[in-house]
């Protein structure tokens, strides 16, 4: 065999290997199994040449032979590749590499030692980058990859990003640097090349490089310091290897912040929590570091396993960041804002965000940390449970808000309703591919319709059911990977060791009814007479609907809770599902009363108003025959505290929604909503102002309309909504639905109009920044 012969097949070899490298679609496939990353991060984050410079090495155990390695990554200069077999995992790693970086960072030298690769191919579209190995890696052996490259510090918040900040805002006199990570979703490539998805979870072990004066984070402890070799001023900070995460977990810090720090104890554990913010700021930390150790612990007796890492820190970052906070394991990032609540100027919607925010990160550590959706199609499920936790975990620490922590559940489900009735939203779980579809994947449709999704099942399945099964998944699942299908599954499982509860059910038959098709249904409740109802589904159309009869096929598995006027029943009991409104069965009569109730149902017919779906207890709303939508109204007016605040905000927005729909009459809504002409009702004031801002609207082409719509504004009690108080209750119900400057009152004409019309633009897409107020992808 000459020598030319073997060129030749090398580079066809190598022409092979590279085009099924770069073929394979945006997903990387399973030909390469990652283990463990050690990360070696020297960030230059002040003045006027920031630069990231790494050394990153990638244990891996390839699946199949081959000489390609493929990593995500974005915007990175590979310089460098070595590659070892790891025969010793415990093996020391050689510590020149730190000398090696720092002379990369601080001078622009680089001498190129082990040159392990024959080439480098990055992929922009597919943010993929290629390296062909001289070395062929055998299958099931364990090799260790090592690659020098430098990234890029970014000003907007993806990937590693820097701000300059004041420690006071009116002070001369500090100035500092804040640099930070956000991964989520697909970020981690622009700060190491990696391999960026979900289903790796691997551990890390991270050295940060960083200036004395500062103090650098990542998510496990600090266990060293060393001096630079090159510069006095620097050092490397050591971290402790992580248990497996995912790559979008990963988070790195370099602050001169001060914080404050509290040891947390449970059984015979600690816990270290440090708080980090600007030197004025930490005497506003006291609200977020009251509530964490009882929402903590609340989270640790529900899921029966204790938080898995010895420290948790909190950060916030001197800039507007594009989201709230974000849920780093071990280290959680907010914007300030979220984390800092001012005990003299805050408002009390200001304390309920920060502690509803901290929160939701707070089940984060357990639902998509400890165990981790497998892909971004599913990531629902995730925020779906932090959504539902958020509010439990509010009521749990500060009972006191109760009231905001309802109204945010009632106004998260009917924000994903309002966007479905709309536009053709995508369904819940849904095809990603790119990283472009990853991102998308934060929107409201996955955190509010996710929450309400759940809550729907909870409420079906009953609370301890839905408890064991979270119990059992967290145990069956921790530290790896999972998804909405596993915890059906053990669902199932649990609702069919009880007979009575689990006879004909499937859960996973029922959620995919659910999360598989865009839109929810309209429930028909119609009496028929001999003390029976008729109960029917049909898909509730979408407003703007090119494509015609899409969605005119849908049908779904509907829990029917059913209540009475004759004995009202919201708790647990009574919203339990009477019966089920199935594809297979989308209709059916029942009688009014169950059997076992004890009514003469013909008797007790005629004035006793029925209700579905009391406090939520299904994504659905609720169509009624005129007479009962009067009996309705009657007790409202009689005494409206017998059907409770949520139920009552709900049936409202489902007699006006309905009645733009033309399923009812705004005759009939009005008379619902008679009571408010005596009655303040706060819960639903916000509610029912939004939709006569919209009657308002219609009334103008419509005489008759228009005269009904002031002949009852004109009696209307609302007070009106002043700005004396600007921060107090009437921010909260002006957030309602959708957030604007919210209107003084209805019928400030031009203001109405503003706001519909971003309303509008913010539901068929044509928003702009300058004028988006309200970001529906607010937690991560
Ligand atoms: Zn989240």
């Given at each position: 065999?000459?020598?030319?012969?073997?060129?030749?097949?090398?580079?066809?070899?190598?022409?092979?290997?590279?085009?099924?490298?770069?073929?394979?679609?945006?997903?990387?496939?399973?030909?390469?199994?990652?283990?463990?990353?050690?990360?070696?991060?020297?960030?230059?984050?002040?003045?006027?040449?920031?630069?990231?410079?790494?050394?990153?090495?990638?244990?891996?155990?390839?699946?199949?032979?081959?000489?390609?390695?493929?990593?995500?990554?974005?915007?990175?200069?590979?310089?460098?590749?070595?590659?070892?077999?790891?025969?010793?995992?415990?093996?020391?790693?050689?510590?020149?590499?730190?000398?090696?970086?720092?002379?990369?960072?601080?001078?622009?030298?680089?001498?190129?030692?082990?040159?392990?690769?024959?080439?480098?191919?990055?992929?922009?579209?597919?943010?993929?980058?290629?390296?062909?190995?001289?070395?062929?890696?055998?299958?099931g052996h364990r090799y260790r990859v090592g690659l020098f490259y430098v990234a890029k510090v970014r000003d907007d918040n993806r990937g590693f990003f820097r701000a300059n900040y004041k420690n006071d805002n009116t002070s001369c006199c500090h100035e500092g640097w804040f640099g930070g990570t956000q991964m989520e979703a697909t970020n981690a490539r622009r700060v190491l090349p990696c391999l960026d998805e979900p289903g790796f979870k691997t551990t890390f072990d991270v050295t940060i490089g960083h200036?004395?004066?500062?103090?650098?984070?990542?998510?496990?402890?600090?266990?060293?310091?060393?001096?630079?070799?090159?510069?006095?001023?620097?050092?490397?900070?050591?971290?402790?290897?992580?248990?497996?995460?995912?790559?979008?977990?990963?988070?790195?810090?370099?602050?001169?912040?001060?914080?404050?720090?509290?040891?947390?104890?449970?059984?015979?554990?600690?816990?270290?929590?440090?708080?980090?913010?600007?030197?004025?700021?930490?005497?506003?930390?006291?609200?977020?570091?009251?509530?964490?150790?009882?929402?903590?612990?609340?989270?640790?007796?529900?899921?029966?396993?204790?938080?898995?890492?010895?420290?948790?820190?909190?950060?916030?970052?001197?800039?507007?960041?594009?989201?709230?906070?974000?849920?780093?394991?071990?280290?959680?990032?907010?914007?300030?804002?979220?984390?800092?609540?001012?005990?003299?100027?805050?408002?009390?919607?200001?304390?309920?965000?920060?502690?509803?925010?901290?929160?939701?990160?707070?089940?984060?550590?357990?639902?998509?940390?400890?165990?981790?959706?497998?892909?971004?199609?599913?990531?629902?499920?995730?925020?779906?449970?932090?959504?539902v936790f958020e509010n439990d975990l509010v009521q749990h620490a500060l009972p006191n808000l109760v009231f905001r922590a309802e109204m945010s559940k009632f106004s998260s489900i009917r924000t994903a309703m309002k966007i479905e009735e709309h536009v053709h939203a995508a369904s819940v779980i849904r095809a990603v591919e790119t990283a472009d579809d990853a991102e998308k994947m934060f929107d409201s449709i996955t955190y509010s319709k996710g929450s309400g999704l759940l809550l729907m099942l909870r409420n079906s399945v009953g609370p301890q059911n839905f408890r064991n099964a979270v119990v059992t998944y967290m145990e069956r699942y921790q530290f790896q990977n999972a998804n909405s299908q596993r915890f059906m599954d053990i669902l199932d499982e649990e609702i069919h060791k009880n007979r009575d509860i689990g006879r004909g059910m499937n859960v996973t038959k029922i959620m995919h009814s659910w999360t598989s098709q865009q839109s929810y249904p309209i429930v028909r409740c119609i009496r028929?007479?001999?003390?029976?109802?008729?109960?029917?589904?049909?898909?509730?159309?979408?407003?703007?609907?090119?494509?015609?009869?899409?969605?005119?096929?849908?049908?779904?598995?509907?829990?029917?809770?059913?209540?009475?006027?004759?004995q009202p029943d919201f708790t647990q009991q009574g919203t339990y599902p009477r019966v089920w409104l199935t594809p297979e069965r989308p209709s059916l009569e029942i009688p009014y009363f169950p059997t076992d109730s004890g009514h003469d149902s013909t008797n007790d017919e005629d004035d006793n108003w029925i209700l579905i779906n009391g406090e939520f207890s299904g994504?659905?709303?609720?169509?009624?025959?005129?007479?009962?939508?009067?009996?309705?109204?009657?007790?409202?007016?009689?005494?409206?505290?017998?059907?409770?605040?949520?139920?009552?905000?709900?049936?409202?927005?489902?007699?006006?929604?309905?009645?733009?729909?033309?399923?009812?009459?705004?005759?009939?809504?009005?008379?619902?909503?008679?009571?408010?002409?005596?009655?303040?009702?706060?819960?639903?004031?916000?509610?029912?102002?939004?939709?006569?801002?919209?009657?308002?609207?219609?009334?103008?082409?419509?005489e008759s309309l228009l005269t009904l719509f002031e002949e009852y504004t004109g009696r209307l009690k609302f007070e009106r909504m002043d700005d004396e108080h600007p921060n107090e209750y009437n921010n909260l119900v002006r957030t309602d639905g959708f957030e604007g400057e919210g209107c003084s009152s209805w019928s400030d004409g031009v203001c109405v109009d503003q706001i519909l019309g971003m309303f509008r633009a913010e539901m068929d897409g044509t928003i702009t920044a300058a004028n988006k107020k309200y970001d529906f992808t607010k937690l991560c």
């Open positions: 065999m000459t020598n030319s012969i073997l060129k030749m097949r090398l580079l066809i070899q190598l022409f092979v290997l590279l085009f099924s490298s770069v073929n394979n679609g945006h997903r990387l496939g399973s030909s390469m199994k990652p283990i463990h990353y050690d990360l070696l991060l020297l960030p230059i984050i002040s003045g006027g040449s920031p630069r990231l410079c790494g050394h990153v090495l990638v244990d891996l155990e390839p699946t199949m032979t081959t000489n390609v390695v493929t990593f995500h990554g974005v915007e990175i200069s590979i310089l460098d590749v070595s590659i070892e077999q790891v025969l010793d995992t415990e093996k020391k790693i050689n510590s020149d590499r730190s000398v090696q970086l720092e002379d990369l960072c601080f001078s622009g030298l680089f001498e190129i030692v082990n040159e392990a690769h024959t080439v480098i191919h990055e992929d922009v579209e597919r943010q993929q980058i290629s390296v062909i190995l001289k070395q062929t890696l055998i299958k200036n004395r004066v500062m103090s650098a984070l990542s998510n496990m402890p600090e266990i060293a310091t060393r001096p630079m070799k090159n510069t006095r001023e620097w050092m490397w900070t050591i971290f402790s290897r992580s248990p497996p995460m995912p790559t979008y977990l990963l988070a790195m810090f370099v602050t001169d912040y001060d914080k404050v720090e509290r040891i947390y104890k449970v059984c015979k554990r600690t816990i270290r929590m440090r708080f980090w913010g600007r030197r004025d700021q930490l005497r506003h930390l006291e609200q977020s570091m009251a509530v964490v150790p009882d929402m903590l612990n609340y989270m640790e007796t529900y899921v029966r396993q204790p938080f898995s890492l010895p420290k948790i820190d909190f950060i916030s970052a001197p800039l507007e960041l594009d989201f709230e906070a974000m849920e780093n394991w071990g280290l959680v990032l907010f914007r300030e804002n979220r984390l800092n609540f001012n005990e003299e100027t805050g408002s009390e919607d200001e304390r309920f965000q920060v502690v509803q925010t901290m929160a939701h990160e707070l089940a984060h550590q357990f639902f998509g940390n400890l165990v981790t959706s497998d892909w971004w199609s599913d990531i629902w499920f995730n925020e779906g449970f932090c959504g028929t007479g001999n003390g029976r109802v008729r109960l029917s589904q049909t898909p509730h159309p979408v407003r703007n609907n090119i494509t015609s009869d899409e969605t005119t096929n849908q049908l779904w598995w509907i829990p029917i809770s059913m209540t009475d006027g004759n994504y659905v709303r609720v169509l009624y025959d005129d007479y009962n939508w009067r009996l309705i109204s009657r007790q409202l007016v009689v005494n409206h505290t017998v059907i409770p605040q949520v139920t009552r905000a709900q049936l409202i927005d489902d007699a006006f929604t309905l009645a733009l729909g033309e399923y009812l009459e705004y005759k009939v809504v009005l008379e619902l909503i008679e009571y408010l002409t005596s009655v303040s009702d706060e819960f639903v004031r916000a509610t029912t102002q939004f939709h006569l801002k919209w009657m308002r609207e219609r009334a103008k082409q419509n």
